[in-house]
């Protein structure tokens, strides 16, 4: 009996151990970080596409559509949506949906679906012409698969902001929406990071297997390559060829060390930095803007939903307090507030309806004038002014900032524009039938 | 209907299985071949080939080798003729870089298939010569050590380098 009870209780530790490796909840941000950078790397790399379309993958291109019968044997597994819609509109249509769809993936708009089509796309690009697929398109394979399984788009995105925006609308402008947090997050998550450790460990491994790496001298015979020629770097290596030698084992060294070390809580941040250290110099020395950028996407994976928090709060500690004082009466002031204040994702900013609570700050005579900030020092902003400062400081707002900032002319356009709408402000309520709701 | 506690461990059950099931394929898609690989290829085949998953992470492995360039010769119809490295065009930042290289490397690697389509397309391309036939060259690089460099020779020095005729053909008529 006892060796029974034994066995239950050792699979029952092994169970608990299995559910913390991957299935205890968490938030989605890391995967966040990697859908943003992967969708703007999308969208630039094919966006630049565009001109050579016909030419990359149209039937009357560099990879007619017949060659692809000898390249994949008529494996009926390799499917592309190009296999099918051949005609020149077709493609075109394809293409601009895709670049459509790469802009949604990487402002997390609609991202249920969007990442779907994102993920086939790629794919279908990937097995039309085959001579393009190198490192970078290896990655985001693999990458863009577990995006697509994980539940993204709960974080730093517009769906985010959507959910907010009617949160507020419903439970007034104090009402907000918890961070989405799940098991299958973690579990989506961790297969993220094990693809990246398993491509340094491969990747590291395969190295270590050839001459010039064990030699030291591989990233020598890169810089004299045609595709990577540096003059510069070739004077500099020569005269201080120790630099090869580190370069080349340095490279080795933090491919395979990263694997061991990334998991670990104290040598996480290390391991991490090596790798994005790594990154930068293939990127800046080599030129592998596109294949870099990716890879460090993956990377984000094994940042801590933690280390963001931390941030978060730094910040809005430096910043301070805000608070922002409206006309709890318009309607219309209360709807453009839902829309602003669903940007506000560390919540800098606090709300207060003058109507139903007084400031202390402002009288109620300039708040029927204008809407106010005021900053944690007491000083008290108006109407575009207090946009202005509010845009700089919130990072959920930094998207509108080329809007309030264009020297001379926001101000010249901004002020007069807020005055006019703020003097007819209920007028506007009444036109779009914009009753305020009762603000808890 | 089946109890919440029933489906909450149903739930977990297959989580845990997908998981399991994509880690192997990560796992196993680049290992080497062996009996165990080659068996459990069987079963994840499918899956890697209809993701696109099927990838060996060897970047600049095990050997970084030589480099080749793509270099073709324009004929014109008074018999002159006019080389052209296509590669010297493109700039690293743009991915035309890597767009177009791949191209030439195919060219290079498979002519019998590539060169003529590509020979039309670059005929087309210099039409204003009044292009009669191009030929088609790989440029294949040598090793070039430190000791070469310092020894004031330049990368494209003859010495550096091979060259290997490809594929010629007849432009098309314009």
Redo the contacts between chains.
Sequence with gaps: MSLIRNIQAALTKLAEV??LI??QPATTAPLELARIGIGAALLT?YG??TP?LAD?WGNAG?M?LR?LDQEYNN?P???SLLFYFTAPWQLYLFHYVFLGCCLAFMLGWRTSWVKWFVLIAQ?SY??RNP??F??V??IL??LL??LCLAPIGRALSLDRVRAIRKAKRRGGLDATVPLFAS??TT?CT??MQ??MA??????GI??M?????RAGE?V???F????H?SLFF??L??SH?WL?NFATYGTVFIELAYVFLIWQRLTRPFALAGALFLHSCFALLM?L??FSFVMMMGHMSFVRPEWLARLGAWWKHRIGPMEMIYDGRCGFCVRSMTWFLAFDGLAQISVRDFRADPSPHVSDAQLEKHLYLVLPDGRALPGFEAYRYAVLRVPGMWWMIPFFYVPVLSRLIGTPLYNWIASNRSRLSSMMRLSPKPQH | MISEKLRVRLT?IA??A??TW??LA??LA??PESDVTLLARQALQ?YL?????D???????????????LRYDVQDRDGKVHAFMP?AELR????????F???Y??IIDDPD??AE??GVIFCRKHAALRPLAITFYEIQ?E??T?ED??AGKQ?MDKDFFSVRMLRGMRCPDP
């Design positions: 299995w559910w991957w299935f790399h630049l596409a050579y990359f560099w007619p060659m494996n597994l390799v499917q794919i990937d097995y001579m393009f190198y490192g398109d290896k394979a693999g698969l577990i098991e299958w579990a961790r297969l094990i693809q398993v491509l340094f460990f491969y990747s395969s190295k297997g050839g001459e010039d790496w591989a020598w015979t890169v004299t390559t045609d595709e020629y070739l004077n290596f020569a060829f090869v030129g803007l596109y | 977990y989580m845990s997908f998981v994509h880690t990560m796992v680049p290992a499918p080939t209809f993701f696109r998953l990838n060996q992470w060897d970047f600049f492995a095990p050997s970084v080798g030589e480099g080749s360039r590669a690293w930042y743009h991915p035309n870089f890597l767009w290289r791949s191209w490397y195919r298939n590539f389509s590509a690089e090793k070039f430190p460099f310092a990368r």
